[in-house]
Nanobody, 120 residues
Framework: QVQLVESGGGLVQPGGSLRLSCAAS????????IGWFRQAPGKEREGIGC????????YQADSVKGRFTISRDNAKNTVYLQMNSLKPEDTAVYYC?????????????WGQGTQVTVSS
C-alpha cells in the first residue's frame, strides 16, 4: 500500500519546539521532491518549505524562515520538519507531499496531516 504518514504533532506552548515526521511506505522518497504544507482553520493551504531530490537543497517560506528546518533520512525513508520558536499563528494541520515528474507524467502523494496547536 502506497502511503505517506505524518506524525509528531500535538499541543505545545509558544516558544516551544516540535519535530514532525513524514514516513513513506510502498515507495522510496529518495527520488521525490518533498514539500511541507499547512492549513489553518478558515484559510487556504500554505506551502512552507520543500527539499529537492537531487542535491537536497531546501527552501522555506518567509513566515517560517529561521525557525523551521527540513531534512531527510533516506535510510529511514522519512522526511522531517523541525519547528522551533513556535507561535500561536503556526497552529494548523501540517501535511507533507512527495512529487516527481517522469516522461511528462506527474506523480503526487499526500499524507493525511497532523495537527499542531500552539497555545498557552
Amino acid at each position: 500500500q502506497v502511503q505517506l504518514v505524518e506524525s509528531g504533532g500535538g499541543l505545545v506552548q509558544p516558544g516551544g519546539s516540535l519535530r514532525l515526521s513524514c514516513a513513506a511506505s510502498g515507495f522510496s522518497l529518495d527520488t521525490y521532491t518533498i514539500g511541507w504544507f499547512r492549513q489553518a482553520p478558515g484559510k487556504e493551504r500554505e506551502g512552507i518549505g520543500c527539499i529537492s531530490s537531487d542535491d537536497g537543497e531546501t527552501y522555506q517560506a518567509d513566515s517560517v524562515k529561521g525557525r523551521f528546518t527540513i531534512s531527510r533520512d533516506n535510510a529511514k525513508n522519512t522526511v522531517y520538519l523541525q519547528m522551533n520558536s513556535l507561535k500561536p499563528e503556526d497552529t494548523a494541520v501540517y501535511y507533507c507531499n512527495a512529487e516527481k515528474t517522469e516522461w511528462g507524467r506527474r506523480a503526487v502523494y499526500w499524507g493525511q496531516g497532523t495537527q499542531v496547536t500552539v497555545s498557552s
